[in-house]
């Protein structure tokens, strides 16, 4: 529904959806609060000086690398508000809302077969070399790593996985379109991690963290929507192209980090023993909606305030930024091999070869990117910037 070229039923759709969360909103904020609660006192009786220190300890993550991530967010929201008037002039809609930030920008969107959409990621991935490109195109089409095709009472979503001693296993519904693309292109780059470190360590080192995994994944999604703005240049397709990529940096470089902040602010008030009610948490979140959105988007208060109830991330403190940490390192890394050579492939084979035998920090290092520097989110931003440049120029 919220995709739907019809207005109505995307607003509609959107409104009904959100409310029937307000309808149980202390509910969902007794419950979640008691995660909250959780959580802070563990870590008191852990001897750690906040709930991030405790989270990010287990891989060895400083504080700086969450607060990195979001005072650098933080600087770059005017993008965001380029892209929503961009959108909005596309749209030729007065105001925009936050029900059409999932519109459609053209009737005319591509028809991606299954097999199409395996070439273009090969394509794309050529940089990494014939072992990288073969194995996965002989994982999609000859080993049936993939569970693509949509099914009655199939789940929804997708996800990588399997065991030490075997291939990778995907399940997704492709649904011939360039997201379905996009999505498969993002399993694989799970998948290709999970098969070179399970072929390359030992099975307690095979595993990686969170922290490390969303890079590889938005990696392939980065170097396959690079390839595809070069090979074609009719209108419909860069729209459709642009739509599926700010779909990708919405949900993981604008949801992601403003859950981010939303949980900070509610872990820091828990620890200094503020009130929290359900109505508090709607405020937090709205207000944080209201820096991401500026004065082009209009939005309902509480409707958009209590997002943070529809996320079960939320019951992992800080595990959202992750996303974001891992979006801005793949396009980070995607720059340098588009514009370098043998040295960067080789470094981010290295990096997928790793697994966890490293900290996740010193592994992206050794792939050529420091998530201690704001420079891969500022480079993120820029490629967000020039998507926004390429919608403007169509807009006009």
Not at 27 to 56: C, N
Not at 260 to 289: C, N, P, W
């Amino acid at each position: 529904l919220k995709s739907s070229p019809d207005r109505e039923i995307r607003r509609t759709g959107w409104k009904n959806y959100n409310r029937s969360y307000l309808q149980f909103k202390n509910t969902f904020a007794a419950t979640y609060l008691t995660s909250v609660k959780q959580s802070t006192m563990q870590m008191r009786v852990r001897g750690y000086d906040s709930v991030l220190e405790m989270m990010l300890s287990p891989h060895n993550l400083p504080v700086e690398v969450f607060h990195n991530l979001i005072d650098t967010y933080k600087k770059n929201l005017p993008t965001w508000h380029r892209y929503w008037e961009a959108k909005r002039k596309i749209l030729g809609v007065d105001s925009i809302h936050d029900y059409d930030i999932w519109a459609p920008m053209t009737q005319n969107e591509p028809e991606v077969n299954y097999k199409q959409a395996v070439d273009w990621i090969a394509e794309g991935m050529k940089p990494l070399g014939d072992d990288y490109v073969n194995t996965m195109v002989k994982g999609c089409l000859e080993e049936n790593w993939v569970d693509w095709s949509m099914n009655k009472g199939k789940r929804q979503g997708a996800f990588s996985n399997g065991s030490y001693d075997t291939h990778p296993f995907i399940m997704m519904s492709f649904d011939n379109q360039l997201g379905g693309m996009s999505t498969l292109a993002h399993e694989l780059g799970h998948s290709m991690h999970s098969y070179y470190s399970r072929k390359t360590q030992p099975e307690h080192y095979a595993g990686y963290s969170m922290f490390a995994a969303e890079t590889a994944s938005n990696f392939n999604q980065a170097m396959t929507r690079a390839y595809l703005f070069e090979q074609n240049d009719d209108r419909d397709f860069q729209l459709a192209l642009i739509q599926e990529a700010m779909d990708n940096f919405h949900r993981y470089f604008f949801i992601m980090p403003t859950l981010a902040r939303f949980e900070y602010e509610v872990h820091e008030r828990q620890a200094t023993g503020k009130a929290l009610t359900a109505d508090t948490l709607i405020q937090i979140m709205s207000e944080y909606f209201a820096e991401g959105y500026g004065d082009t988007l209009a939005y309902d208060t509480d409707i958009t305030g209590i997002t943070w109830a529809t996320f079960g991330h939320l019951y992992l403190p800080y595990y959202t930024f992750q996303y974001a940490t891992g979006i801005s390192a793949a396009h980070a890394l995607a720059d340098s091999i588009n514009d370098g050579g043998e040295k960067e492939v080789n470094n981010y084979l290295k990096f997928l070869n790793a697994g966890g035998s490293l900290d996740p920090l010193d592994a992206l290092s050794m792939a050529g990117v420091d998530m201690l520097s704001p420079e891969p989110i500022e480079k993120t931003f820029e490629v967000l910037s020039q998507l926004v440049d390429r919608l403007e120029s169509l807009a006009e």
